[in-house]
Antibody, heavy 119, light 110 residues
Framework: EVQLVESGGGLVQPGGSLRLSCAAS????????MTWVRQAPGKGLEWVAN????????YYVDSVKGRFSISRDNAKNSLYLQMNNLRAEDTAMYFC????????????WGQGALVTVSS | QSALTQPPSASGSPGQSVVISCTGT?????????VSWYQQHPGKAPKLMIY???KRASGVPDRFSGSKSGNTASLTVSGLQAEDEADYYC???????????FGGGTKLTV
């Protein structure tokens, strides 16, 4: 059974940092691109970042470029999102998601990690 | 790149059918056959319902179907059931820079 379990969310002050983790199981993690998607309270979904299977390529939505960094550890079947210089508008539930092997459609999602940026 | 456009709400009675639209541009929905639909119940993670425009994800009832015409994709839910009440989001691949665009979501009331 595929499982994605996020951790590391919490309350942080503006300008602060937080690192999210996503523990994957039930599939061959190292053979899939992985993705972070976020959802602000009461709002829609927003793609945040992608990382290639070997970590050699990463892509970000413009609003987080230079502040967020996606990474992975295939030996630990884990995905990470380092978030620096956080802003109030980064407040959201952050989901890690696994895409299908043939497209950018996400067939498995974690339960989410809530990040609240507030003073 | 802007988010895809969905109506904020849709409704129907049990047993009826409802269609939810998703409008993009010729650079995303109109160009790629990588449109998907997600169902999200309150407090839950999104669930993939339809992918690659019209393919049903594993375990999804055939009451759910997808289609596309030009820059607009559609999700049809036939034989509405109470458990179909949820938020529905469309998404489209948008190329190697923007990757995935999502719609703003449609709240379906049964």
């Amino acid at each position: 059974e595929v499982q994605l379990v996020e951790s590391g969310g919490g309350l942080v002050q503006p300008g602060g940092s937080l690192r999210l983790s996503c523990a994957a199981s039930g599939f061959t993690f190292s053979t899939y691109w992985m993705t972070w998607v976020r959802q602000a309270p009461g709002k829609g979904l927003e793609w945040v970042a992608n990382i290639k299977q070997d970590g050699s390529e990463t892509y970000y939505v413009d609003s987080v470029k230079g502040r967020f960094s996606i990474s992975r550890d295939n030996a630990k079947n884990s995905l990470y999102l380092q978030m620096n210089n956080l802003r109030a508008e980064d407040t959201a539930m952050y989901f890690c998601a696994k895409p299908l092997s043939t497209s950018w459609d996400f067939d498995y999602w974690g339960q989410g990690a809530l990040v609240t940026v507030s003073s | 790149q802007s988010a895809l456009t969905q109506p904020p709400s849709a409704s129907g009675s049990p047993g009826q059918s409802v269609v939810i639209s998703c409008t993009g541009t010729s650079s995303d929905v109109g160009y790629y056959n990588y449109v998907s639909w997600y169902q999200q119940h309150p407090g839950k993670a999104p669930k993939l319902m339809i992918y690659e425009v019209r393919k049903r994800a594993s375990g999804v009832p055939d009451r759910f179907s997808g289609s596309k015409s030009g820059n607009t994709a559609s999700l049809t839910v036939s034989g509405l059931q109470a458990e179909d009440e949820a938020d529905y989001y469309c998404s489209s691949y948008a190329g190697d820079h923007y990757f995935v665009l999502f719609g703003g979501g449609t709240k379906l009331t049964v």
